[in-house]
């Protein structure tokens, strides 16, 4: 497993952060669980997409998801947070 630095930490937190709070969590699982083998690709295409992008993330968090999405236990690192928040949320 690999050990995200602390921007990419801070940023996987408010992503899953927003995934729970909108009540997200399965379909965010099973979209990122299905993108899995392709997670390289998709890191490079937010790369691209970077200067576009800042509804729900800042610029810095998206790049910052971008890196750790290039490497393949990346998608591991938000999975494990999403379902951690999940657990914590009251019923």
Same mark, same amino acid.
Do not use: Q, T, Y
């Given at each position: !497993? +690999?050990?995200p630095t602390p921007d990419q930490a801070a940023a996987v937190d408010r992503l899953a952060r927003v995934i729970v709070r909108l009540g997200l969590t399965v379909p965010a699982i099973l979209a990122i669980e299905? !993108?899995?083998?392709? *997670?390289f690709v998709g890191s490079q295409l937010m790369h691209v997409l970077s200067? *576009? +992008?800042g509804v729900m993330l800042s610029p810095a968090d998206?790049?910052?998801?971008?890196? @750790?999405?290039?490497q393949r236990e990346g998608v591991e690192v @938000? @999975?494990?947070? +999403?379902?951690?928040?999940d657990a914590e949320r009251p019923l």
């Open positions: !497993m +690999i050990e299905g !993108m899995r083998p392709l *997670s200067p *576009s +992008i998206w790049n910052a998801l971008a890196g @750790l999405l290039e @938000l @999975l494990r947070r +999403i379902e951690e928040l």
